[in-house]
């Protein structure tokens, strides 16, 4: 059974940090890419955020400089360093694993930016 524990979310004021973490089990962690996504009401998922099972990255342009994602194999970690967020940020963030064949979501955390 694949179980995912996504925390480090919360209200945070404009210019401030958050870390974000992703634990998943049930899967052979170092064989999946891992991705974050965020999610505003009424919109679509949209992956900004990816790193691969050797450790390359990719980051959307507008989070490029400002969020670092790395991983954890001995540990089944994924984590979203967030710096310098801005209220756009504000959504709901979740870690997703990517293997070949398979695919499974964390259950999300809500980012809030504001004032």
């Known amino acids: 059974q694949v179980q995912f524990v996504e925390s480090g979310g919360g209200l945070v004021q404009p210019g401030g940090s958050l870390r974000l973490s992703c634990e998943v089990s049930?899967?052979?962690?170092?064989?999946?890419?891992m991705g974050w996504f965020r999610q505003t009401p009424g919109t679509q998922r949209i992956l900004f955020a990816r790193?691969?099972?050797?450790?390359?990255?990719n980051y959307a342009d507008y989070v490029k400089g400002r969020f670092t994602v790395s991983r954890d194999n001995a540990k089944n970690m994924v984590y979203l360093q967030m710096n310098n967020l801005k209220p756009e940020d504000t959504a709901a963030y979740y870690c997703?694993?990517?293997?070949?064949?398979?695919?499974?979501w964390g259950q999300g955390t809500q980012v809030t930016v504001s004032s």
């Open positions: 049930g899967i052979t962690f170092s064989e999946h890419q």
């Open positions: 997703m694993a990517l293997g070949i064949g398979d695919s499974y």
């Open positions: 790193i691969w099972t050797e450790g390359t990255t």
